[in-house]
């Protein structure tokens, strides 16, 4: 299962204090929980996507639902404040969604990422043919991700795609080649993301 957060800087919080809180948030939970793996943490860059601006992107590649039961023991314990208590005095899970992968994500780090909100159609296999398809065209680029949420537990609209590109002129190639589509998937929105700590407020 991928679970994904979507995470605003709280009000009066310094840009500094928030990365380093987040990143010793996320990489202690990362380090300490070998079930979880962090596969993608990022902010809106160039103010390019909707808000909330900051994702953190958690893969359980051997769970499924009873990885949330276990995160529940966790936090009712109280093994988690290690990690939370930091964490929380810097910034909100505005949300947060369940999510299928459509193909084996790819740890993303150091890179300058382009990422697609669609709306998945009714055949996951097209999607993911779909998008095989697109990474062939695009090989400079990554696709590190490629979700549909399970069900409706997860925000609008339901499929997220995060891409790896070499350089913003890049997106030349890629920013309206889904323009006017409908099927097997829909467009909604894109946006721009840096790794926490690199992005351009």
């Not at 310094?14 to 300490?32: I, S």
């Not at 055949?123 to 779909?130: A, I, K, M, P, V």
């Not at 695009?138 to 795609?161: S, W």
């Amino acid at each position: 299962m991928i679970y994904v957060e979507y995470i605003s800087r709280r009000p009066g919080v310094t840009l500094a204090d928030f990365h380093a809180a987040v990143e010793t948030g996320q990489e202690g939970w990362d380090a300490t929980y070998q079930e979880d793996h962090l596969i993608w943490s990022a902010g809106r860059t160039w103010r390019l996507g909707p808000a909330p601006e900051y994702l953190g992107v958690w893969y359980s590649p051997h769970a499924d639902f009873e990885r949330i039961d276990d995160w529940e023991r966790i936090f009712r314990g109280g093994e988690a404040e290690i990690h939370e208590n930091v964490f929380r005095k810097v910034a909100t899970i505005e949300a947060a969604g369940c999510y299928r992968p459509l193909r084996e994500p790819v740890r993303a780090r150091g890179q300058t990422y382009y990422v697609e909100y669609f709306r998945p159609g009714t055949d996951s296999n097209q999607t993911s043919r779909f998008f095989e398809e697109r990474a062939r065209r695009h090989a400079g680029f990554t696709l590190n991700l490629l979700v549909e949420r399970i069900g409706r537990l997860a925000p609008e609209p339901g499929g997220i795609a995060v891409w790896s590109i070499p350089t913003f002129a890049a997106l030349a190639s890629i920013a309206s080649e889904l323009d006017g589509l409908r099927e097997p998937i829909e467009l909604v929105a894109a946006g721009t993301y840096a790794d926490v700590g690199q992005e351009i407020l």
